[in-house]
């Protein structure tokens, strides 16, 4: 069993920041990409930033400048600090891994998922 737990979602102002965690537990042999999605109502799922193990980063175009991903590889943890945050980017935030589990069986797993709402 793996588990991802996401913390740090709330309300903020437009032009304000927040920084989103997702810590992986459970049995794990080794976490590869990790990365962040977002689901706004009516929408479906986006990628919003990714990150390999080796540290690669990839953005979407709307948070490029903005966001920043990055990770600690002795926690199993990915962050998303985002900056001058804006009402398009209220969502639901989910925290994605790649994960190989004792078995050497590789799977994504997901989060639960963390609000984040912007007000204009």
């Known amino acids: 069993q793996v588990q991802l737990v996401e913390s740090g979602g709330g309300l903020v102002q437009a032009g304000g920041s927040l920084r989103l965690s997702c810590a992986a537990s459970?049995?794990?042999?080794?976490?590869?990409?990790m990365g962040w999605y977002r689901q706004a109502p009516g929408n479906q799922r986006e990628l919003v930033a990714s990150?390999?193990?080796?540290?690669?980063?990839k953005y979407a175009p709307s948070t490029k400048g903005r966001f920043t991903i990055s990770r600690d590889n002795a926690k199993n943890t990915v962050y998303l600090q985002m900056k001058n945050l804006n009402p398009d980017d209220t969502a639901i935030y989910y925290c994605?891994?790649?994960?190989?589990?004792?078995?050497?069986?590789?799977?994504?797993?997901w989060g639960q998922g963390t609000q984040v709402t912007v007000s204009s």
């Open positions: 994605k891994a790649a994960v190989a589990d004792y078995g050497l069986v590789l799977g994504d797993y």
């Open positions: 459970g049995s794990i042999f080794s976490v590869h990409d």
């Open positions: 990150i390999t193990n080796a540290g690669d980063r």
